[in-house]
């Protein structure tokens, strides 16, 4: 996984925007066009600033362990989530941990690391349904990089079109 050259400002940032998304929306900065997209998000905001917590836990000296990147995918999981119940489709939880965990694993180069991604991701519920149409990106992103995944290559090689399209249209 790449590494933040300067920690310690990713540190900064990540602080910032997690204590930025707990305080009201009144007291957000103005004109940060961002947070002005996200202030519609009410109490799911609290997700959003798990985000932070998630990419923290990947500042460290490698080879990072199965925890750091479990607390990565489990932020990604829990803002998906969110973004599902505030368009009332929560039915892709296990599509959006499935895809953060193979987003995790195809960037990384560390055997060690990689080693300990593909275990969580060996051992996590896959999808089981149709996706509802407000979700189906994710179950797209999802299909497409276990395909990916599997067949040792990043996303966009044959097939992947087809693949995009009958789970974009018929939710599986």
């Known amino acids: 996984m790449a590494t933040a050259r300067e920690p310690m400002l990713a540190q900064m940032r990540l602080a910032w925007w997690r204590e930025t998304l707990h305080r009201p929306v009144e007291d957000w900065p103005a004109g940060e066009p961002l947070l002005a997209a996200l202030s519609d998000w009410g109490e799911e905001r609290?997700?959003?600033?798990?985000?932070?917590?998630?990419?923290?836990?990947?500042?460290?000296?490698?080879?990072?362990?199965?925890?750091?990147?479990?607390?990565?995918?489990?932020?990604?999981?829990?803002?998906?989530?969110?973004?599902?119940?505030?368009?009332?489709?929560?039915?892709?939880?296990?599509?959006?941990?499935?895809?953060?965990?193979?987003?995790?694993?195809?960037?990384?180069?560390?055997?060690?690391?990689?080693?300990?991604?593909?275990?969580?991701?060996?051992?996590?519920t896959k999808p089981s349904g149709k996706c509802p149409k407000s979700m189906r990106p994710i179950a797209v992103l999802d299909a497409q990089t276990q395909r990916a995944l599997a067949e040792g290559r990043r996303i966009g090689g044959p097939g992947d079109l087809a693949v995009a399209l009958r789970i974009g249209l018929l939710g599986r």
Not at 57 to 86: Q, Y
């Open 46 to 124: 609290s997700a959003l600033a798990g985000l932070a917590d998630g990419w923290e836990a990947m500042i460290g000296e490698p080879p990072l362990d199965a925890a750091a990147f479990a607390s990565l995918a489990g932020a990604r999981e829990d803002a998906i989530s969110a973004l599902g119940r505030l368009s009332g489709a929560d039915a892709a939880r296990a599509a959006a941990h499935r895809w953060a965990l193979a987003d995790i694993a195809m960037n990384l180069s560390d055997e060690t690391e990689r080693g300990r991604v593909d275990a969580l991701l060996a051992s996590a």
